[in-house]
């Protein structure tokens, strides 16, 4: 369940991408529920499956910010460097994807916050499923609704770009690197078969050819 | 927006002293007085009422708005009238309705901030009704309308003041201002305005 400093424990891979379903869903249904036309069914269904969901993630994110810091996070993987520029080159990838991170966990909870100040703008609770009600917190504020608006809708875009990066850099790492980056979080630790495997054959290709790309030496940014 | 009201108001009186000063006799102490809307008192209030899917009515207002009318009981057919409307103080008391009424699907408030109406004449009806008509610009398009008003009464108040009270109604298709298209039973709308206009006495 615990992460270790090389891989992700299941838990945290869970809450990775059960909120990147949510998080996806979440923007399409968002950009499209705007546009429907009043007498449509879905006209009414589906902004509150949209709060909603929103809600339960904003939940869910929490859980994960608190896993988050009382867990270790795995040291991201290294190729060697073997010259000043391509160790240059990697700390500032590893800076660039610890900020992309960093905005990855703190964007969403901007999102919920606007989100939530549209609905409750003039007190109205938000209700949950038709199940639960999320009361107004705040006192009923004019033109809040379009300010929060406003917010939701930039903050959404800037997310769904930097969601395009993340995703973009695990591709880079996974078939240009040719690194476990993406695969650790896919499927967590290797099996101990492979791993012993790949151990070896590590350091085999480490006495052999220590200015291969490919080699997995970890490197604290 | 103040200080064109301000230099109106000079304007109107200035005319107001030609009128009392030189043309007395000619036009029977007939003289036109400005009045501004009683926004400040809240003695104002512009209302909309639109059809929701045949079944009942919304009610909505503009919180923020100014006008001022020019009147003289004595000849109504040369009274006048401009208002100007704040679009993005519309208020149905739903925030996530007024969020939409404000974008570009309706009103458009960030490009078409105000809405306009001003008269270009009054025909009288009888003592208290008449048909006004004027041009009214709602998100940058404007259509002529005539609209029925009722003077409801005016006289001294209490504090020094002088008022007069009228109330208007139209139907405007809403199709026409650009509005986006809400379903059969709300293709128009009707504009309520209901307002007391104040003058210092004498």
Same mark, same amino acid.
């Given at each position: 369940?615990?992460?270790?400093?090389?891989?992700?424990?299941?838990?945290?891979?869970?809450?990775?991408?059960?909120?990147?379903?949510?998080?996806? &869903?979440?923007?399409?249904?968002?950009?499209?529920?705007?546009?429907?036309?009043?007498?449509?069914?879905?006209?009414?269904?589906?902004?509150?499956?949209?709060?909603?969901? &929103?809600?339960?993630?904003?939940?869910?994110?929490?859980?994960?910010?608190?896993?988050?810091?009382?867990?270790?996070?795995?040291?991201?993987?290294?190729?060697?460097?073997?010259?000043?520029?391509?160790?240059?080159?990697?700390?500032?990838?590893?800076?660039?994807?610890?900020?992309?991170?960093?905005?990855?966990?703190?964007?969403?909870?901007?999102?919920?916050?606007?989100?939530?100040?549209?609905?409750?703008?003039?007190?109205?609770?938000?209700?949950?499923?038709?199940?639960?009600?999320?009361?107004?917190?705040?006192?009923?504020?004019?033109?809040?609704?379009?300010?929060?608006?406003?917010?939701?809708?930039?903050?959404?875009?800037?997310?769904?770009?930097?969601?395009?990066?993340?995703?973009?850099?695990?591709?880079?790492?996974?078939?240009?690197?040719?690194?476990?980056?993406?695969?650790?979080?896919?499927?967590?630790?290797?099996?101990?078969?492979?791993?012993?495997?790949?151990?070896?054959?590590?350091?085999?290709?480490?006495?052999?050819?220590?200015?291969?790309?490919?080699?997995?030496?970890?490197?604290?940014? | 927006?103040?200080?064109?009201?301000?230099?109106?108001?000079?304007?109107?009186?200035?005319?107001?002293?030609?009128?009392?000063?030189?043309?007395? +006799?000619?036009?029977?102490?007939?003289?036109?007085?400005?009045?501004?809307?009683?926004?400040?008192?809240?003695?104002?209030?512009?209302?909309?009422?639109?059809?929701?899917?045949?079944?009942?009515?919304?009610?909505?207002?503009?919180?923020?708005?100014?006008?001022?009318?020019?009147?003289?009981?004595?000849?109504?057919?040369?009274?006048?009238?401009?208002?100007?409307?704040?679009?993005?103080?519309?208020?149905?008391?739903?925030?996530?309705?007024?969020?939409?009424?404000?974008?570009?699907?309706?009103? =458009?408030?960030?490009?078409?901030?105000?809405?306009?109406?001003?008269?270009?004449?009054?025909?009288?009806?009888?003592?208290?009704?008449?048909?006004?008509?004027?041009?009214?610009?709602?998100?940058?398009?404007?259509?002529?309308?005539?609209?029925?008003?009722?003077?409801?009464?005016?006289? =001294?108040?209490?504090? +020094?003041?002088?008022?007069? +009270?009228?109330?208007?109604?139209?139907?405007?298709?809403?199709?026409?201002?650009?509005?986006?298209?809400?379903?059969?039973?709300?293709?128009?709308?009707?504009?309520?305005?209901?307002?007391? &206009?104040?003058?210092?006495?004498?």
């Amino acid at each position: 369940m615990l992460n270790t400093l090389e891989n992700y424990g299941w838990l945290a891979r869970l809450f990775h991408w059960s909120i990147a379903l949510a998080a996806t &869903g979440l923007f399409g249904l968002g950009l499209y529920m705007v546009e429907l036309s009043y007498y449509e069914p879905a006209y009414k269904t589906y902004p509150s499956l949209h709060k909603s969901i &929103g809600l339960l993630v904003a939940v869910l994110m929490i859980f994960r910010l608190i896993w988050r810091l009382i867990n270790l996070a795995p040291l991201p993987l290294s190729s060697s460097a073997h010259s000043n520029a391509t160790a240059i080159k990697q700390v500032l990838e590893h800076k660039a994807a610890s900020m992309v991170h960093f905005l990855l966990y703190a964007l969403p909870f901007a999102l919920f916050l606007s989100g939530y100040l549209i609905s409750t703008a003039d007190g109205r609770p938000i209700f949950v499923f038709d199940m639960m009600e999320v009361p107004a917190l705040f006192p009923p504020s004019k033109g809040m609704e379009d300010t929060a608006g406003l917010v939701h809708e930039i903050i959404a875009w800037s997310l769904a770009g930097f969601v395009v990066l993340h995703a973009l850099a695990a591709l880079k790492h996974h078939f240009i690197n040719k690194d476990r980056t993406l695969k650790r979080m896919l499927w967590g630790e290797q099996e101990p078969s492979q791993k012993t495997k790949s151990v070896e054959k590590n350091n085999l290709t480490h006495d052999k050819k220590p200015k291969q790309e490919t080699l997995n030496i970890r490197s604290t940014p | 927006m103040f200080k064109s009201k301000i230099k109106s108001t000079l304007v109107a009186s200035l005319l107001a002293f030609g009128v009392s000063g030189g043309l007395v +006799g000619n036009f029977n102490s007939a003289q036109a007085e400005t009045y501004q809307l009683d926004t400040q008192g809240a003695h104002a209030s512009i209302q909309f009422k639109i059809s929701h899917l045949g079944y009942s009515w919304i009610l909505a207002r503009f919180n923020k708005f100014e006008g001022q009318f020019e009147f003289d009981e004595s000849k109504p057919e040369a009274s006048s009238i401009s208002i100007t409307v704040d679009t993005a103080s519309l208020d149905s008391n739903h925030a996530e309705r007024d969020k939409h009424l404000r974008s570009a699907d309706f009103l =458009d408030v960030s490009k078409f901030p105000t809405a306009t109406f001003l008269s270009t004449g009054l025909k009288s009806v009888n003592e208290k009704k008449a048909v006004l008509s004027g041009d009214l610009t709602i998100k940058g398009i404007t259509k002529p309308i005539t609209m029925d008003v009722n003077w409801i009464g005016g006289g =001294d108040d209490p504090w +020094g003041y002088v008022r007069q +009270g009228f109330e208007g109604s139209v139907v405007i298709p809403v199709g026409e201002y650009g509005m986006m298209d809400m379903g059969p039973s709300a293709q128009e709308v009707e504009i309520l305005v209901f307002f007391e &206009g104040v003058r210092p006495k004498g």
